[in-house]
């Protein structure tokens, strides 16, 4: 391969943590004008190898040039200089300021006097030019988990990088805006830009990748290698090393009573503007409702004012038994469980480790805490064996839940959630940014919570995970409820249209 051609050539990466070797003797070259998928399981090192590239971590050695030089790189300022932009899977935003102020933030310019107006009409023409829709005035903790994605790649995009790192860009836009977010990639490289793209989505990478190299447990088990004529099936195998399932058997069962019921729900988001309106629902023992939409489309707020982090209007019972407006605790106690959106900001506290966080829910009970005291030697035994039994990848249970992949902090999650037996589960993107893996299991686990009499609330923007796994499936737009269907007799188009806001017209 002519190094004239290579904008970035890594080789012999070696990069350690304490209790892991998350890149061994890693090679990964990126042609100038090309998009390359790099893949790999949850912990793979992909991230890792990346956050390298840009500038953030310090190889323990091998060597990285970019475009024909070799480089040493001390900070992220470095990789910018050089025309390396990452848009990190965890966001890098301030929540406190707006979206202008996070995209301008860290440039020379402007350095005394910041014309806000200028620059959030610099910022929209920015947004017309790579359909990435986001109000530049709005702060950042205003937003929804999508609309923050959009940020952190329209910040990459105003520095000009030539050279851009997309951890899992897709992982939370809606359909249209993927297709979108393809053609613009496609355009960039057109121009002589070069994409390394991270992704857990194998129709993603089959359908626009030029080559892919994948890492599996630290290790290249493919490197650079054509996308000419390779399946989903073949990357998967080459991921995870073994045969993947991608679909899934639901079995027939009966359902029970009703566990949820929402009637007339109306709420407002961060902004103080409607984000539910008049939602009625109802959720049996035994059943999946799906909910399906459009990210931003009151979602969130859906979950939030079931598990108590919202108040509402109307009323919510979990076996007639009225939540709404009561604290989290009131939920709890009924027997609600919840995967929540943001599995690092609401879902974990990443400081603390994998005890700690395991036991957040059931601290106060006998045999773990006595109202008084925490038995941590029960405690962290418990948690070795949540630990093996969900094949969580971590040195030991005192390792902080933040220093975990995003696979394995999911994993802590569901272990924490499920082991408390819920009557009624809220899981809200359950395998949003998991590897193909992690995402079998993960159906696995929500499917036996159903056979065992559980009712599920799925809030998914993957309508393959939608289908998949729903026994009926409700469709939300702008806040409102535009019909529920069996999913047996349910439609993609007809789904489409009501996700566009479009009322269902059923005989």
């Known amino acids: 391969m002519n190094p004239n051609d290579l904008a970035v050539e890594m080789k012999d990466i070696v990069i350690e943590f304490p209790g892991v070797l998350a890149n061994d003797h890693v090679n990964f070259t990126l042609k100038k004008g090309e998009i390359h998928a790099l893949l790999g399981e949850n912990g793979a090192g992909k991230s890792t190898l990346m956050n390298a590239l840009a500038g953030l971590y310090k190889p323990v050695s091998g060597t990285i040039r970019v475009k024909g030089e070799f480089v040493n790189f001390n900070s992220p300022r470095d990789a910018i200089a050089k025309g390396i932009g990452m848009v990190h899977q965890h966001f890098m935003l301030v929540p406190t300021q707006t979206v202008t102020e996070n995209i301008l933030l860290g440039l020379r310019e402007p350095r005394f006097v910041m014309q806000l107006k200028k620059y959030n009409q610099e910022i929209l023409a920015l947004q017309d030019k790579f359909g990435l829709f986001v109000q530049p005035e709005a702060k950042i903790w205003q937003l929804s988990v999508g609309e923050q994605q959009r940020v952190e790649i329209l910040k990459t995009l105003y520095r000009g990088a030539d050279i851009l790192i997309m951890d899992e860009p897709t992982a939370v836009l809606s359909p249209r805006e993927i297709e979108e977010l393809m053609d613009t990639m496609r355009s960039m490289t057109r121009q002589g830009k070069s994409i390394i793209f991270i992704t857990h989505k194998l129709g993603e990478v089959v359908d626009i990748a030029d080559r892919v190299t994948v890492l599996r447990k630290g290790k290249v088990t493919a490197e650079g290698e054509s996308m000419q004529g390779v399946t989903k099936k073949d990357l998967a195998q080459r991921m995870v090393g073994r045969e993947v399932v991608f679909t899934i058997e639901r079995t027939e069962r009966e359902v029970g009573e009703i566990v949820l019921e929402m009637k007339n729900v109306s709420a407002l988001n961060n902004r103080g503007l409607p984000a539910l309106k008049k939602v009625s629902l109802q959720v049996r023992s035994g059943e999946i409702l799906g909910i399906a939409g459009v990210g931003g489309n009151g979602q969130s707020e859906l979950a939030e004012v079931i598990t108590g982090l919202r108040d509402c209007t109307g ?130 686990l929500l499917l036996e919570q159903r056979q065992k009499g559980s009712a599920i609330l799925l809030i998914s923007e993957e309508l393959d995970e939608i289908f998949s796994l729903s026994d009926r499936i409700a469709v939300i737009s702008e806040g409102e409820i535009m019909g529920v269907v069996e999913s047996e007799d349910a439609d993609i188009d007809e789904i489409g249209m009501m996700m566009t806001g479009m009322q269902l017209e059923r005989e």
């Open 315 to 444: 009323k919510i019972t979990i076996q007639n038994e009225a939540i709404s407006n009561k604290p989290p605790i009131k939920a709890i106690k009924q027997g609600v469980s919840h995967i929540p959106e943001d599995r690092t900001a609401v879902g974990t506290a990443p400081n603390l480790s994998l005890t700690d966080n395991t036991i957040m829910k059931g601290y106060r009970e006998n045999p773990i805490g006595d109202g008084w005291r925490i038995n941590f030697q029960l405690a962290d035994q418990h948690t070795n064996t949540l630990k093996e039994k969900y094949n969580i990848m971590a040195p030991s249970v005192r390792t902080p839940a933040g220093k975990l992949s995003g696979g394995n902090l999911q994993k802590l999650i569901l272990a924490r959630e499920i082991n408390s037996e819920p009557r009624f589960m809220v899981a809200m993107q359950p395998t949003r940014g998991l590897d193909v893996g992690a995402i079998e299991d993960i159906w696995a």
